[in-house]
């Protein structure tokens, strides 16, 4: 069936979504010359000074530079690790639980945080960490000293880190209780029969069986080592805390946007895009190769 | 499953049930606490006595945002950039989906269409180029900004594509011999049989519009052109971060106890609704949705 009308209708389906990627993604990509030239805002990208690899040499100098990919790195890490661990251990939990009222209710409550935006969060958490804060208030009982949080770099991590679990362990979660129930039952009962316990069954049945799921995020969560969640950090941090919690895409915006170094900012996130896309495909051939999946 | 009735077991059921409760709540207490303050006196919730119930109960903070012009037109803003930009997402998933569905050799080209997807999802040129494309083609403080370059939800497509993919072949067939073209097949096949899937990827890009506040924040340089996330951004953090690295702890401290606690949770609240009301009829489809994404054989 390959009448010539036919193709042109599945032409004309794709043009108007092409076109518009055209404009939107693929012009912007030869905006990437601004990495080698030195930009003056307002003249035309041609008639720009070309420099070579200066932007890039100078980058390497800029003294906050280090520090801004070590917390990119540490934080991103810490998510992805964390991102697995506490889903799949409150999965395991869910399903424990045979009531299914109460882990419908559960489940209900704990994906909610996932829809709601980071300026919104942020707007709580500013209320919950502040100086007469509830967090605060619960430390006084025990009578620790009142601690301001967002301005502290001894514990900005820990509140990037800890509240990106609290938003997305629940909806984390989804992908392991559907493997979950993919576990035939009659291996449960075969293993009763052979007089297994709770440990037993989680250890030798239930943990395997999601194993292969387990090995596949892990594997694609890779391709997000250096995003450790512009929107997250843009709206929680501030100058005091830049030491511990500026990263790579918070550190573009200030340099490009704010300070208009054009030619740097972008020389910075060509870099960081040209090491994503590497850690992106070596992620999706990993996943091919010790799960065979393929997104098409 | 059958299980035994050890004493042992249930004391471990109601642990894991206890603990699970904890977990709930958890979630839920930072919004609770959060709808208690704006329900909250000024002076009590500026005093900390806000932990559970709202203290000294009114509607003043609610009173003022029903007054607040500004707020109200960011709510607009929104509210139209949903519309715009959650239709062109949906029209766009649904029409370029179609035709990539098509195996190669039924549609010579589609993987042509297909590399050329895939390059576009996973590099880009970065925020400056992408900021300078916009400007230069003068779309700043327009509505367009913040549509038009996430119209192809890329990642949708591909979804959608597999979703199709998986519908049997028999239905497209008897179609064509009885003489549909693709835009029948599409309209009266394909369409009202992946209901579920595409309606999880409509509500999530309804929701991504609704929730994004940093194209506003670029993109419009008036004030009364920021859609509401970005402008309850500007509420929040209202002092540039070159103000604030000039000043010391003492200051800051003082900045967030001057701040209006009980208004600025109303609004947070106000923007949370939207999202409130159509997570009941989001939370019916999107379990099934997320797994089709996620792991496929």
Redesign the interface.
């Known amino acids: 069936m390959k009448d010539k009308r036919t193709m042109l209708q599945y032409h004309i389906m794709l043009s108007p979504g092409i076109i518009l990627l055209f404009i939107f993604s693929i012009i912007p990509m030869f905006g990437i010359v601004m990495a080698f030239q030195d930009v003056v805002p307002g003249k035309k990208i041609w008639k720009q000074a070309w420099i070579g690899w200066d932007n890039f040499a100078f980058m390497l100098q800029i003294p906050d530079i280090k520090q801004v990919v070590i917390n990119t790195v540490l934080i991103a890490s810490m998510k992805i690790i964390a991102g697995i661990v506490v889903p799949v251990a409150f999965a395991l939990l869910l399903h424990e639980v045979r009531l299914s009222w109460f882990k419908r209710t559960v489940q209900t409550i704990v994906y909610l945080p996932h829809f709601m935006s980071w300026v919104i969060l942020a707007g709580i958490m500013v209320n919950i960490l502040s100086l007469d804060g509830i967090i605060n208030q619960i430390a006084g009982l025990f009578g620790a000293d009142p601690v301001m949080f967002l301005a502290s770099n001894k514990w900005f991590r820990h509140i990037i880190i800890w509240s990106d679990v609290w938003k997305e362990f629940g909806f984390g979660t989804i992908v392991y209780l559907a493997a979950l129930t993919g576990i035939n039952p009659s291996l449960y009962e075969a293993a009763e029969i052979d007089g297994a316990n709770r440990l037993h069954k989680l250890r030798y049945i239930t943990i395997p069986g999601i194993m292969p799921t387990i090995v596949l995020l892990t594997t694609l969560s890779l391709g997000n080592v250096l995003n450790a969640g512009f929107d997250q950090i843009f709206n929680l941090y501030n100058p005091l805390v830049y030491s511990s919690g500026d990263i790579i895409d918070t550190y573009v915006y200030r340099l490009g946007l704010v300070q208009m170094q054009y030619g740097l900012a972008t020389a910075v996130g060509l870099l960081k895009s040209v090491v994503a896309i590497i850690l992106i495909a070596l992620s999706y051939r990993l996943a091919y190769k010790f799960a065979n999946y393929r997104i098409f | 499953?059958?299980?035994s009735q050890t004493l042992s077991?249930r004391l471990?059921?109601g642990i894991?049930?206890l603990?699970?409760?904890v977990?709930?709540l958890?979630?839920?207490y930072?919004?609770w606490?959060?709808i208690a303050?704006s329900f909250s006196d000024k002076a009590a919730a500026?005093?900390?006595q806000v932990?559970i119930w709202p203290s000294g109960f009114n509607l003043t903070s609610y009173r003022i945002i029903l007054d607040d012009e500004k707020f109200f037109r960011a709510f607009g803003v929104s509210v139209k950039r949903v519309v715009i930009g959650g239709a062109i997402n949906f029209l766009?998933t649904v029409?370029?989906a179609?035709?990539?569905s098509?195996n190669a050799k039924?549609?010579?080209?589609r993987n042509l269409?297909?590399w050329?997807?895939?390059f576009?999802m996973?590099?880009?040129?970065?925020?400056?180029?992408?900021?300078?494309?916009i400007t230069t083609?003068g779309l700043q403080n327009t509505i367009w900004s913040l549509v038009?370059?996430g119209?192809?939800p890329?990642f949708n497509?591909?979804l959608i594509?597999?979703f199709f993919r998986s519908l049997p072949k028999e239905l497209d067939e008897a179609a064509?011999v009885d003489g549909a073209?693709?835009?029948y097949s599409l309209l009266r096949i394909y369409i009202p049989l992946s209901v579920p899937a595409m309606a999880t990827v409509t509500l999530f890009s309804i929701?991504g519009h609704?929730?994004?506040?940093?194209d506003g924040l670029?993109y419009m340089s008036k004030p009364e052109n920021y859609p509401l996330?970005?402008y309850?951004?500007q509420l929040?953090?209202n002092i540039t971060?070159?103000l604030?690295?000039q000043m010391s702890?003492e200051q800051?401290?003082e900045l967030?106890?001057a701040s209006n606690?009980t208004l600025?949770?109303a609004k947070?609240m106000v923007?949370?609704i939207p999202?409130l009301l159509i997570?009941p009829f989001?939370?019916r489809y999107?379990?099934s949705g997320?797994?089709l994404g996620?792991?496929?054989?």
């Open positions: 499953m059958v299980r077991s471990t059921d894991i049930l603990v699970l409760t977990i709930a958890t979630s839920l930072p919004l606490y959060t303050l500026n005093a900390g932990t766009l029409v370029m179609y035709p990539l098509r039924q549609f010579p080209g269409y297909m050329f997807l895939v576009c996973l590099f880009s040129g970065g925020l400056i180029p992408l900021y300078i494309t083609l038009l370059p119209a192809v890329i497509v591909i594509m597999n064509v073209g693709p835009w929701v609704w929730n994004s506040f940093f670029i996330q970005t309850i951004q929040v953090v971060p070159d604030m690295s702890t800051l401290i967030m106890k606690k600025n949770a947070l923007a949370m999202i997570y989001l939370q999107f379990v997320i797994v996620s792991v496929k054989e």
